[in-house]
């Protein structure tokens, strides 16, 4: 697992797995968003992913692939699960990547990745509950 904090103002946020836990196939995308200030509007976060892809098929090299940026948020809660990413086979690290254009912004983000069968790829967002129902 890894924890970060991350800021729509820094030049870069960039959030990887721990490679000591080893390969997965998905991981999951926990955010925090502290208190609003004001009148502030909750922030929308643009996420993407770069997996680096470590197998024989591709040759000795990993390779590097980015999985399509998806939009979380605002968040509802303190701390929400806001995504999950997968691909069909073992990913041996997952860089996860965050932006907001919403003044400035700050949360928190925690990876967890796992194991599990999969048959999609990409950033699926897990949408809230109370989001659905106003729509």
């Known amino acids: 697992m890894s924890v970060a904090e991350i ?22 995308v926990i955010m925090e968003q502290p208190p609003l200030w004001g009148d ?4 929308e976060w643009r996420v993407s992913a770069t997996l680096t892809l470590v197998d024989p098929l591709f040759g000795k090299e990993p390779v590097l692939a980015d999985l399509p940026t998806v939009v979380v948020g605002p968040l509802i809660h303190k701390r929400q699960v806001v995504a999950m990413a997968r691909y069909p086979g073992r990913v041996a690290k997952w860089s996860f990547r965050f932006e907001s254009d919403a003044g400035r912004a700050t949360a ?11 048959v999609d790829c990409g950033i699926f967002v897990v949408r809230h509950g109370l989001l659905s129902s106003r729509s």
């Not at 502030?40 to 922030?43: E, G, I, Q, S, T």
């Open 7 to 28: 800021d729509s103002e820094a030049k870069q946020n960039v959030v990887e797995t721990d490679a000591q836990y080893g390969p997965w196939t998905h991981c999951v």
């Open 40 to 43: 502030a509007l909750p922030p």
């Open 108 to 118: 928190r983000v925690w990876l967890h990745p796992g194991n599990a069968p999969v």
